[in-house]
């Protein structure tokens, strides 16, 4: 990612038993955020969960319980402008769509969020 661009990232604690529903809704967002404007978007299962010499990990940070994984995603943009465009039109799309009821599969209480603007990259 060259300096400059924006990247919104995720945290979130999946359910296993709800790993395909997730995956399902992350493809059809995939979708939709590249279709309105998004450089990238990836949603990523954690593998390496306990690091050596790590004391605090995603799954701490993200109160993952045990019937749980934790999933890091993120949305490149071209500026942190660029994101609130590509966001309006997106979300303008799921609410259309969905209207209030899209149900997530997971605990929205317990769900991550931040926006950055890249200072070091390629």
């Not at 919104?8 to 995939?30: C, M, W």
């Not at 939709?32 to 004391?55: H, M, Q, R």
Request: glycine share 4%.
């Amino acid at each position: 990612m060259k300096k400059g661009t924006y990247v919104d990232g995720f945290v979130i604690s999946i359910p296993k038993k709800s790993t395909a529903k997730y995956k399902q809704i992350a493809k059809e967002a995939l979708e939709v955020w590249t279709k309105f404007g998004a450089l990238d978007y990836k949603e990523c299962k954690i593998e390496d969960a306990k690091p050596k010499f790590v004391n605090f990990t995603f799954a701490k940070m993200a109160q993952t319980k045990p019937s749980e994984t934790v999933w890091f995603s993120f949305i490149t943009f071209k500026s942190k402008k660029h994101r609130d465009e590509v966001n309006k039109k997106v979300m303008a799309f799921f609410q259309k769509k969905y209207g209030d009821n899209m149900d997530m599969p997971f605990d929205m209480n317990r769900f991550a969020y931040a926006g950055f603007k890249v200072e070091v990259g390629m």
